[in-house]
């Protein structure tokens, strides 16, 4: 799939662009997302294999968005923006707590965190800041680029209980 992606965009330098662009931030925030999800459950090998599903489906809507197939999956892209927005606030909001608690804290469970996995959590709340701004603005005119905004939004839900 990435060498049928690289073949469609080698005529388009403004789409090879582009397509790398979005291909490197959707891997960035879903892997940031896998990571906390990981350090939330407290581990487990589990995590491999959804980060690896999760990547292939990246992978996949990029190769879609380059190829242009993606009008079947179009509707408007502003109210996935949106919806982006609303789901990146909450799952910042809750980083945030998870940081000022120094773990996950609940009924039903505990998560202490080391020092390492505290310092882990700040970096990647400002991490998956940085990319979801950028995606936000790399998107804004795309109606194309509804699909990646789509797939960001489907993998920040795993981390909504």
Request: glycine residues 6%.
């Amino acid at each position: 799939m990435a060498e049928d992606t690289v073949r469609t965009v080698s005529g388009d330098k403004a789409l090879k662009v582009k397509s790398e662009k979005f291909d490197s931030l959707l891997v960035d925030i879903i892997g940031d997302v896998i990571s906390y999800n990981y350090i939330e459950s407290g581990g487990g090998t589990i995590w491999s294999f959804i980060s690896s599903y999760a990547v292939l489906d990246a992978k996949f809507a990029v190769n879609k968005y380059v190829k242009g197939t993606t009008l079947n999956d179009q509707g408007y892209l502003g109210s996935s923006i949106s919806d982006l927005s609303t789901n990146w606030s909450e799952l910042r909001a809750e980083i945030q707590t998870v940081i000022k608690d120094k773990g996950f804290k609940s009924d039903d469970y505990s998560v202490d965190l080391t020092e390492d996995e505290l310092e882990e959590m700040i970096d990647l709340r400002l991490r998956l800041d940085n990319n979801i701004k950028a995606l936000t603005k790399l998107a804004a005119n795309d109606e194309k680029a509804k699909i990646l905004v789509d797939v960001v939004n489907d993998k920040l839900d795993i981390s909504m209980n």
